[in-house]
């Protein structure tokens, strides 16, 4: 158990429609990453927080937005959903924006219908 | 672009034996490289990590080896058992950006 919480764990939606999705870090983590795993593409990295600022963006649509609040948690929006979406969804965290060693969440499935 | 990609899908080792999982990068200015284990149905998992003013670091059981010249890193596992089965990904980022790049991964099976 790496310390870092997801929720839902699983999720079924249809075409069109938006989710959020959860993150709880471990205690003292400041950092938030979310990363989109699919099995075409492998993980990619969306977005990272620092203690409620974001510090970093990757490969995330114009479609998914994110933030982090002021207890550290973090929410992934992916809105106006499409098929391509489905893939798994994790979130990670770390002690300080430069410290390096992530500790990955179990993961949110998404599938888009 | 940047990558970072794997040289072999699919790895099968005899129980037993040691396992060396390649990977290759593209951009000169990384400078952190991790390797994750990611077992079915988990996310992926720390294993070891190293900096790029370095050659090799040892973990418990796992060797990382850093090859700037030709770019490429590679991690060794010694006696590979059967709970090493997962997926193994690498990444690399640069200090300046935050950013991680991952691997496609590679698939570790451990024949008994």
């Known amino acids: 158990d790496s310390g870092v919480t997801q929720t839902p764990k699983h999720l079924i939606t249809a075409t069109g429609q938006r989710v959020t999705l959860r993150c709880s870090p471990r205690s003292g983590d400041l950092s938030v990453y979310w990363y989109q795993q699919s099995l075409d593409q492998g993980l990619q990295f969306l977005i990272q927080y620092y203690n409620g600022e974001e510090r970093a963006k990757g490969n995330i649509l114009e479609r998914f937005s994110a933030q982090q609040f002021p207890d550290l948690h973090s929410e992934l929006n992916l809105s106006s959903l499409e098929l391509g979406d489905s893939a798994l969804y994790f979130c990670?965290?770390?002690?300080?924006?430069?410290?390096?060693?992530?500790?990955f969440g179990p993961g949110t499935r998404l599938t888009v219908t | 672009g940047e990558s970072v990609g794997l040289h072999l899908p699919t790895l099968s080792v005899q129980e037993g034996d040691n396992s060396i999982i390649n990977c290759a990068y593209s951009n000169s200015a990384s400078d952190y490289f991790i390797w994750y284990k990611q077992e079915s149905g988990k996310g992926p998992q720390f294993i070891i990590d190293i900096r790029s003013n370095m050659d090799k670091r040892q973990g418990q059981r796992v060797t990382v080896l850093l090859n700037k010249t030709v770019k490429h890193l590679s991690l060794q596992i010694a006696a590979t058992q059967p709970g090493d089965s997962a997926v193994y990904f690498c990444a690399e980022s640069h200090s300046g950006t935050y950013k991680y790049i991952f691997g496609t991964g590679t698939r570790l099976k451990v024949l008994a």
């Open positions: 990670a965290s770390s002690v300080g924006g430069t410290t390096y060693e992530q500790y």
